[in-house]
T-cell receptor, first 115, second 118 residues
């Protein structure tokens, strides 16, 4: 079983729709959760970061973590064509004191928002 | 946010040559840098973890003699693909972990380097 599972999509929605992106993970040692956005032929950029169960909101983006179910989500409200990209979930183990700080990535979900 | 640069952004080389890719943290010190490769429509695959002043730690299946990593300073790490072959063609991305973070362990990614080996 992979550490992080993510449906690769593709996902295609009309402008203005609410988008829901999801990942599941297998190891309860994971305690820090990120969402990255990657445009074609570019490096990933950090969108959201959270370490506790519950919701975290930033503008049109909401990150949700349910540690009991090992399930994380990213919601995009009022989606725009500029949101079209690949969204990667990434998870970090709880050993923050480690110098390694390895991230475990999902496969990424390709999102297209059409006008 | 913190900025990480990579150079070159794109390189095309002949089979058998070596290619060096640089990764720099521009406005922060990075004790740890990571090198990934990414195939089309696939996720990032961690190749190695590089700590400043020490040998890199390679992931299982990654040939350390083929992918040479040097992390000589707190702002620069290099990846050298030695004797490159067409199967090494990929998108190589580095990331840097900021030193002395008080609240996050965020990694900042470079823009990537597309390597094509003919």
């Amino acid at each position: 079983q992979k550490e992080v599972e993510q449906d690769p999509g593709p996902l295609s929605v009309p402008e203005g729709a609410i988008v829901s992106l999801n990942c599941t993970y297998s190891n309860s040692a994971f305690q820090y959760f990120m969402w990255y956005r990657q445009y074609s032929r570019k490096g990933p950029e950090l969108l959201m970061y959270t370490y506790s169960s519950g919701n975290k909101e930033d503008g049109r983006f909401t990150a949700q973590v349910d540690k009991s179910s090992k399930y994380i989500s990213l919601f995009i409200r009022d989606s725009q064509p500029s949101d079209s990209a690949t969204y990667l979930c990434a998870i970090l183990r709880g050993d923050r004191g480690s110098t390694l700080g390895r991230l475990y990535f999902g496969r990424g979900t390709q999102l297209t928002v059409w006008p | 946010g913190a900025v990480v640069s990579q150079h070159p952004s794109r390189v095309i080389c002949k089979s058998g040559t070596s290619v060096k890719i640089e990764c720099r943290s521009l406005d922060f010190q990075a004790t740890t840098m990571f090198w990934y490769r990414q195939f089309p429509k696939q996720s990032l695959m961690l190749m190695a973890t590089s700590n400043e002043g020490s040998k890199a730690t390679y992931e299982q299946g990654v040939e350390k003699d083929k992918f040479l990593i040097n992390h000589a300073s707190l702002t620069l790490s290099t990846l050298t693909v030695t004797s490159a072959h067409p199967e090494d063609s990929s998108f190589y991305i580095c990331s840097a972990r900021e030193r002395h973070l008080s609240s996050t362990d965020t990694q900042y990614f470079g823009p990537g380097t597309r390597l094509t080996v003919l």
